[in-house]
């Protein structure tokens, strides 16, 4: 019987499935993204045949650790060790590929046994030495994306590589990238002299204890751990993992909501039905459990869709793209049974009130139930027209529906807001300097390295009066259970001017800090304690205030010392100018970028808009946008189709009593404009409210500063009109076709 009630009702079943479709879906291909990377680190990490790992700590991921290879003689010299192999891990930019991951190795490391050559030579092969340019060896997968073959060019950022091999180790997240010499590999991603990691091979498993100990006294601001105990630190993963509970939740949830919609409006219209079963027998225990089969059976139904669709999409991405090893589109039991445990909570969340409201139906009364009422008294409002009235009179599928298009609309303002209010928080980076210098091409500011050679230059023209470099870079900060972010300034430089010290001073050296009051606070840190980042202490001299909070969740240390932290000596991430001559600074921007083809140089006011940062970010809201509106689009118009489909008898009179098609339309539309203006104005507070609650979380919370401008307000009105004009234009073309006397007879 299950199966028959749904097949009766195959347009609301089929929009409900879709709609908890979409939502599994995003779970599915962001959860299988993270799967996939956890996966990579693991399998590159164990197939390194290494027993242990030496590393920075508390590294955000392996691409932002760095270890000096000035320790590596001393490491190969100690008598537990059989082979020592460095490893650098960046990213680059290649054609048509944002993101993508590089690997410097030695050319002689042992590592490199795993990486099967199946075209072409390896590194150290005479046929690939013999090759003009520097050599790079491309995974199968990534050699088939770009259409590569040995003996051709590659671009990675702004350097040409000649493909002097394929290879494969059967790891999609490795076959999804390229191999570097070290030496390479280290002047690509600007880190000299640098590794991510050493792997320690030792003579017998047995001088583990022995060798961990020596090489903790002897480098007491490294991190030394097993092979699994290092891949499970990666945070990386935790970070797409929070993505896939916070988009794939968010579409959970208004599919949730409009699920308990379409059950509801199935009770609503199989009351008399259900009064019959109550008449001949059926206990109200029978009854919810035939409404709660119904809603299970439509979210498994729902989770079987969304895994297809997810797989769906994890294919056409691999086909199209190299980010994060997309190349694996195998969908792990896990990511499978957290789908589906997510679609049978949220079937019995959703359908449990729908099903008990139909076991406490009285048959008689249900009996005589008529449609579009329960048969009391009609309710109606002092003001107001028909559509008011109507929307008034069946409040409950009213509010639903509202609440579907105030997720939806809350959730794409609240996003919008913040990163509005990000993009003017970097403004801050700005202030004080005329011009901003970056490193061209490149995908995320992040990855930004220029040499401090090109400061200098920059420096000696007759209209600057300062180049100030800047550096920033992130590590974990366990005890505030968050990350950190450290800018480096030069002490004695113009731009370090900006940060107002409320108490203590500037810096004056190397190893000092000055740390913003937020962390301050959130630490219980003041001037004279200090305080460990990634294994080095650093004492702080100063607290200072900003108008970001971002920044006041992080410190500022000496260009060198965050330099050494980042493992970028005598590099920068950008460089903020101050010209003697306002008027001069278009003519220093046009020099800059002329004379240095590596580097990107803007007028401050246009910096933050040119940032490449943002554009991702924007791609990111698109997507997450998207999802919302189809989710709470495919909610409204499951509602207003069973608005229509409830109100069929009182559509029969109305077109009995002269009314037009035309004035039916417009009758069901403004409803539906009706419902998403109100559920605009609930978005509103939605989202005002999601960030405030965000906001009371000391540490992230803190760095959220939303920006509401008055075309953030208009744009979500406007989402939310045509969520409803959307959700309503079929049901009420559909109503406009019910012919008098069918409708009339309808039961």
Known sequence: MVFKNLLRRKVRTLLTILGIGIGVAAIIGLGALADGLQLGYGAMLGGSKADLVISQPNSFDISYSSVDESIYADLDAMPEVSAISGMLQGWSQTEGEPFFFVFGYPVDSFVLDRFQIIAGAGLDEPMGRGMRGKPVLLGSAAAEMLNKSPGDIIYLTNSAFRVV???????????????????????????????????????????????????????????????????????????????????????????????????????????REIGVLRAVGWSGRRVLWMMLGETLLVSLGGGIVGVTIGWLLLYSLSQNTLFMGLANTTLSTSLLIQAFSVVIILGLVGGLYPAWRASRLQPVEALRYEGGTSGSKVRRLPVGGMAVQSLFQRSLRTFLTVGTIGLTVGAIMALEGTIRGMAQSMESLVSGVEVMVRQADISDTELSVLDERIGDKIESLPQVQSASGVIFTAVLLPEANSFFI????????????????????LLTGNRQIILGRSIAEALNKGVGSTIELSGTRYRVVGIYETSVGWEEMGGVMSLRDSQILAGRPHKVSMYAIKVKDPGDAS???????????????????????????????????????????????????????????????EIGVLRALGWRSRAILRMILVEALLLGMIGGVLGIGIALGLVALIQMEPTIGSMLQPLWEIDVFGRAIITALLLGLLGGLYPAYRATRLQPIEALRYE
């Open 165 to 271: 091999g394929i290879y494969e180790t059967g790891d999609a997240f490795e076959d999804s990238a390229a191999v570097l010499a070290l030496p390479d590999a280290q002047e690509l991603v600007g880190k000299p002299r640098q590794v991510s990691v050493y792997y320690v091979q030792l003579k017998d498993p047995a001088l583990r204890e022995r060798f961990v100990s020596r090489a903790e006294r002897k480098w007491p601001d490294y991190m030394i751990s097993g092979i699994d105990e290092f891949a499970k630190e990666q945070s990386m993963t935790d970070m797409v993992r929070g993505y896939v509970w916070a988009i794939g939740g968010l579409a959970i949830i208004i599919g949730g909501v409009g699920m308990m919609n379409s059950q509801l409006m199935a009770v609503f219209e199989r009351t």
């Open 486 to 505: 450290v800018f480096g300034y030069e002490p004695k430089e113009y731009a370090i001017k900006r940060y107002k010290i409320v108490e203590g001073e």
């Open 587 to 649: 003519q220093v921007v046009d020099w800059i970028n002329q004379e240095f083809p590596e580097a990107s140089a803007a007028l401050s006011g246009d910096f933050v808009d040119q940032m490449p940062d943002f554009e991702t970010v924007d791609g990111l809201m698109g997507g997450i946008s998207f999802l919302a509106i189809a989710v709470g689009g495919v909610g409204v118009l499951n509602t207003m189709l069973m608005a229509v489909f409830e109100r069929t008898r």
